[in-house]
Structure formats: structure tokens, C-alpha cells
């Protein structure tokens, strides 16, 4: 898909990623059918690093999250893969959206408002001295609260001490996103994932097509959409994850692509002549000869 990005991003070009590539051939004799995979595409430009297949062999590949993603999405190690009719992408330690200043004022404001309250746990006596102030924050700030759950003294230390650590003004953190294709269905895998700072145990495994990483009170800011699923005849897409600002879409991340059965070749057969039955042997050719006279 082209589309195009908001004035800030029109400009980012992907970087050239170097490419390992390795065949290995399949069983001869058998149908196949193509597949692709890239590892990423930035404002509709052409995913890097890229591999094709067209069934006949595995082509494998690798590379870095390209640094021209800048605050939108950092980190990552890239892996792809495509061969008969099955194809996967996977990126490995990826953070997204750690502008802080692309948050909404409400958002930043909240964020402040919770520190403050964080610095002063510490002198805070009973636990209700310490729970209450600290989920009125969370609950100030659009969409944390419908992520972060802080039900105990223990939990409020442990958010703290990760607010020090400015996770929270990272949208969401992914220790592993996997894309695979086969024939017509796709899963994503997730592993580790935190949104705000929060960790999400229930978005690890298999994730549902058209899920919604971030609360929906953020998606003026960014959207980020995982398992986006596209038919489109014989071949069958699932990116792994969408990335959107200000409503324009500036990233996918991790694609896979299974398509149709190649082919079959055409042979040519020379014509045959009909059938016209035995053929038969010619007819003899009488020889004129002079038979010797005796007397």
C-alpha cells in the first residue's frame, strides 16, 4: 500500500540494509506456489530487507530497523524469510513512539503530575496514603489507566521505579513480533510487551487480527495496529504491525506474503499425421528377361 505521511514524516527514506540470502532447493517434481517478506516500509516505500521466492526455494535475509524511523520506532533486529508458499518476518527489541514531544499537552502535563507523586511515595506512611494519589495520576493521563493497574504498595514501586526509568514515555515496548503466512491465514506472535511503561501479559502468544496496542484515548497521537490481514485474490498479506500518526499511515513493520501456485509450463508436442492404417508394401516391377534356347 502507498500513503502518504504528515509533513514531519514525507521526508524519511529507508536506509539500504545489507542482505544475507541463502536457497536451499525444495523437493522437485512437486507444485509450488511464490511468497515474499520484508522486514520494513516506511511512508509506502518498499520494505527492506526484502526476500521473494518463487517456491522452488528458500530465500532467507536480515538487517537492522533502519535509524531513519528515528523516535517512531528504534531498535530491532530484522530476520525474513519466503519459500513455498510460506514466508515469515519477525522483529526483535522494538520500542515505539518515545517522542515525548509528539504527546498531546494533556498527556505530558499528566505525566509531570505523576512524577511529582512518584518522588514523594517514599514519604508516604499507610497505603492508602500511598494507592490513592498515585491512581488519581494514572487516571489523569488519557489511556494509562486503562493499561496500568496499581493495586498494591509493592506494584506502586515497582511503576515508580520504571517511570524513573522513563519507560512510560515510550508508547510501546516488544521484545519479539513474529509474522508467518501459509497458503491463505497468518499469525502474529508477540513476546514481552509493555505499552506506557505497563507490561500487557494478555498480549502475548497469538495475537487477534486487528488488535489495538494502544488505549483508544491515544489514537489522535498514534495508532498501532497488530495482525492487519489482507486478502487480495490468490496471495494473502499479514503485516504484523501498523504504526500511524496523526492519521497517516508512516510504518508497517514485520510482512508476509503467501501467494498463489506457480504456473504449470506449457509443453509443446509435435503435431502427429493421422492414422492411415498398415502401409502397404509396393507392388512388384515385372523384369523382361531372355530365356537361353537348347536344341
Known amino acids: 500500500m502507498r500513503t502518504s505521511t504528515t509533513a514531519g514524516i514525507a521526508g524519511i527514506a529507508m536506509a539500504a540494509t545489507t542482505l544475507l540470502v541463502v536457497a536451499t532447493s525444495t523437493a522437485s517434481g512437486d507444485p509450488v506456489s511464490s511468497s515474499s517478506a520484508y522486514g520494513a516500509s516506511v511512508g509506502g516505500t518498499p520494505g527492506q530487507p526484502a526476500v521473494a521466492s518463487d517456491g522452488t526455494s528458500t530465500q532467507t535475509g536480515g538487517g537492522a530497523l533502519p535509524a531513519q524511523l528515528g523516535p517512531l520506532a528504534s531498535g530491532g533486529v530484522l530476520e525474513v524469510s519466503a519459500g513455498d508458499d510460506a514466508a515469515s518476518a519477525a522483529v526483535t527489541n522494538l520500542t515505539l513512539g518515545s517522542a515525548l514531544a509528539q504527546l498531546p499537552p494533556e498527556v505530558k502535563d499528566g505525566i509531570a503530575n505523576l512524577n511529582q507523586v512518584c518522588t514523594g511515595l517514599g514519604q508516604a506512611g499507610q497505603a492508602n496514603q500511598v494507592l490513592t494519589p498515585i491512581n488519581d495520576a494514572i487516571n489523569q493521563i488519557p489511556g494509562l489507566g486503562t493499561v496500568v493497574e496499581v493495586p498494591t504498595v509493592e506494584a ?39 505499552v506506557l511503561g505497563a507490561p ?96
Request: negative net charge; contains cysteine.
Open 200 to 295: 500487557q501479559p494478555v498480549l502475548a502468544g497469538e495475537i487477534a487480527p486487528e488488535t489495538q496496542l494502544l488505549p483508544p484515548e491515544l489514537a489522535a497521537v498514534a495508532k498501532i495496529t497488530l495482525n492487519h490481514q489482507v486478502p487480495d485474490g490468490e496471495n494473502f498479506t499479514v503485516e504484523g504491525l501498523r504504526l500511524e500518526v496523526g492519521g497517516q499511515l508512516v510504518a508497517v513493520l514485520a510482512s508476509a506474503t503467501c501467494g498463489g501456485p506457480q504456473a504449470e509450463p506449457v509443453v509443446q508436442q509435435a503435431p502427429t499425421k493421422p492414422n492411415k492404417g498398415p502401409k502397404q508394401a509396393p507392388k512388384p516391377t515385372p523384369v523382361k528377361t531372355s530365356a537361353p534356347v537348347t536344341g
Open 156 to 194: 506502586a514501586q515497582a511503576f515508580c521505579n520504571q517511570l524513573v526509568d522513563t519507560d512510560i514515555l515510550d508508547l510501546a515496548t516488544v521484545g519479539t513480533l513474529k509474522t508467518q503466512c501459509t497458503d491463505q491465514t497468518g499469525t502474529v506472535t508477540l513476546s514481552d510487551v509493555k
